[in-house]
Nanobody, 124 residues
Framework: QVQLVESGGGSVQSGGSLRLSCVASGYTYSKYSMAWFRQAPGKEREGVAAINSDGRTTYAASVKGRFSISKDGAESPLYLQMNNLIPEDTAIYSC??????????????????WGQGTQVTVSS
């Protein structure tokens, strides 16, 4: 059974930084694909950043250059370093993991497992 637990959310002012972590139990595949999604109030969930075991990373245009996704091997946590945060980044951030599906990095349908999410609030 795969379980994903996020941490690291909080409230920051515009221009600040946060680092999100996602610990995955039961998900130690040498070939993995994981991602961060976010959902703001009244909006659909959107893919923010994704990474696979080949080291390929993908970012949404809105966060490119400000966010960085990382994972140091199959058993390490998944991270999302968020810099230069803006109020539009306010959302619940969730990590996701894929097993046995065609991988389209920022598409929800690629992922089987989801965490509960952590709130990120950015004030101006």
């Amino acid at each position: 059974q795969v379980q994903l637990v996020e941490s690291g959310g909080g409230s920051v002012q515009s221009g600040g930084s946060l680092r999100l972590s996602c610990v995955a139990s039961g998900y130690t595949y040498s070939k993995y694909s994981m991602a961060w999604f976010r959902q703001a109030p009244g909006k659909e969930r959107e893919g923010v950043a994704a990474i696979n075991s080949d080291g390929r990373t993908t970012y949404a245009a809105s966060v490119k250059g400000r966010f960085s996704i990382s994972k140091d091997g199959a058993e390490s946590p998944l991270y999302l370093q968020m810099n230069n945060l803006i109020p539009e980044d306010t959302a619940i951030y969730s990590c996701a993991a894929a097993v046995g599906r065609e991988w389209r990095p920022l598409e929800e349908s690629s992922y089987n497992y989801w965490g509960q999410g952590t709130q990120v609030t950015v004030s101006s």
